[in-house]
């Protein structure tokens, strides 16, 4: 007799908006329960039955109760959904098709039919799958419902860490298709004849995408001349074309552990652009003179030229031949080591110049993956940044300021790498925080290129990296743009990246230009205002992607070391209030080690994000920088997370600090 009441019903409305409301995000946890944050920066709690109409990063709209004398919320409506599309494994629960999703907050099988076109026999328990959400209990829906949109791979696949990550990150698992003939575009340019200047390249030895060569002459007077060879792909990449708007919707070739995706098709990047060894190549060329002191003079030359390089060096090679005098597995011929020796000379001359002048970052070395060829880590090997390495890397940095110093005057605008230094909402709090340790700065000079490399080259003298792990929290982002604007985080008034055009898509466009201003033309086409975000978001999901593939096969090498109880060196990169995230020296893998694993009771401890520093019984214990030993305390391969704990030394102190404040109370 109460159903389809219209009293009744009215009654629990107005019931119902008598009711406190909040508006949150919704955060889930591994048993159950949740939080509402709410936008007034309290949290609420939220039962068990409650989350079953919620997903982790929901944003709803929540009822305020009182339940047992505690406020619970009830999320009532849904503003915001966080997921639509995502990645997950087949589950079945009694033939019929679920999913669950490969998110480490959301734990539940999600009720699934399949799109038009997939056959629910080609789905297996385990397997990998698109899907997208298309029903949820907030907008009228009987529960979760999605509806599978793709099948990645197979449950076992080995190669699964890189198909789905991919697919994750909604991003090419292969190069553009190639053409059937390349013909070099007629672009109305005199290309100098270079074939017999001995260039070199210096690159890892599995470099195929070789993008520049370099020839050095050491002057007289003590200046060099340093020859800048960049591979041209934009003498067969027309603009607007079909291969070119791919190259644009790629933004980067993709750099995974173990693989990579080029920007390009391979015969381009790989082949006919490639500075390789003894074949004769189209490239962009700069010319410039450096002075004795390493500064950059302002006769900077772009030109078009055939060059043909006449030494593949490769890093560690170079590298034993200046330290040692001698490499057992290469012998330069004399023309070859007086072109190392010359680029040796002016990359010194340039890294003291910056040293002084601008700003330089402590060297940290890259990590490698050795994969088996059924895709098993076989070991991680250290690279350590050595001066082959800086050598090119000096070399690119004048070639791109060289550039950024050539748009900048001849049209105005490009595609420029910038950094505004702080953030101007936090400049002031940064300026406190220096200024307690010693810094001596104030708002205006920190607001400053000259300002803020002299503070970064102070940061570099300290003896340790607290200091400059904390204020990083308060710095702004690197950002692409068509204006020319100053790098305060390289100490540089201008900088454009145009030495990679075969891996970056702004690289290209920076080329064009360049060859406009070769040509002797006055005007040009402004690129897009937006590519600059373009390339910013493309840039993030390529970082995301390479971090989740990494993070996978770090759990599959150090699965065993949980049993094993292997001790590692971590240097402590952040800390929140639930703990500190680590990074091991060892292979580059990133641990966290929450609270309750430094001491048994976790009340006794303090993670302080803000100041950067953890205290066990009010005496600071570890703090951003430190390195310290850990052992694994579990490695979770659904989530790819990696938990570990200090080693017993830093519990023996604990237990220390504990009898001196059981003392102290007698």
Known sequence: MFQDNPLLAQLKQQIKESIPKKEGTIKATEKGFGFLEADDKNSYFIPPPYMKKVMHGDKVVALIRTEKDKEVAEPDALLEQSVERFIGRVKLIRDKLNVVPDHPQLKDAIRAKTRKGISHSELAEGDWVVANLTQHPLKGGNGFFCEISEKITDANDKIAPWWVTLAKHNLPNQEPAPQAQWDMLDESLVREDLTHVPFITIDSESTKDMDDALHTVANNDGTFTLTIAIADPTAYVAENTDLDRQARERGYTIYLPGRNIPMLPRELSDDLCSLRENEVRP???????????????????????????????????????????????????????????????????????????????????????????????????????????????????????????????????????????????????????????????????????????????????????????????????????????????????????????????????????????????????????????????????????????????????????????????????????????????ENGAMAFIPGSLIVDNKKRVECNGDQGTISVDGNKAFQLGDQIEIVLADIKETTRSIVGKPTREFAVVAEKLETEEAAKSE
């Open 283 to 585: 490239s962009l060329c700069c010319r410039v003179t450096v002075d004795t002191d390493g500064t950059i003079k302002d006769d900077a030359q772009f030109f078009s030229a055939w060059v043909k390089s006449q030494g593949r060096l490769a890093y560690d090679n170079v590298s034993d031949f200046i330290e040692t005098g001698h490499c057992e597995k290469w012998q330069p011929s004399e023309v070859i080591a007086e072109q190392v020796t010359a680029l040796h000379a002016l990359a010194k001359a340039r890294m003291n110049w910056r040293e002084t002048n601008a700003v330089t970052f402590p060297d940290r070395p890259d990590y490698r993956f050795e994969l088996s060829e059924d895709n098993d880590v076989v070991a991680i090997h250290v690279d350590a940044r050595r001066i082959a390495n800086r050598m090119v890397e000096e070399s690119m940095i004048t070639a791109n300021i060289c550039a950024g110093r050539a748009l900048r005057e001849h049209f105005g605008f490009g595609v420029f790498n910038t950094h505004a230094g702080f953030n101007p909402e936090k400049i002031a709090e940064a300026v406190e925080l220096l200024n307690s340790h010693g810094g001596e700065t104030d708002v205006e000079t920190l607001a400053t290129l000259e300002g803020f490399s002299a503070l970064r080259r102070w940061l570099n003298e300290q003896d340790t990296s607290f200091l400059d792990n904390r204020i990083r929290k308060f710095q702004s982002y690197s950002e692409v743009g068509n204006t020319p604007s100053p790098h305060f985080a390289m100490g540089l008034d201008v900088y454009a990246t145009w030495t990679s055009p075969i891996r970056k898509y702004g690289d290209m466009l920076n080329h064009r230009l360049l060859k406009a201003i070769v040509r002797g033309e006055t005007a040009a086409q402004t690129p897009d205002e937006l590519i600059g975000d373009e390339l910013a978001l493309h840039r993030k999901h390529h970082r995301m992607a390479e971090r989740d593939v990494a993070d996978w096969l770090y759990v599959r090498l150090l699965k065993d070391s949980v049993a094993a109880k292997t001790t590692f060196t971590a240097e402590i990169f952040d800390i929140n209030r639930a703990g500190m995230r680590t990074r091991l020296l």
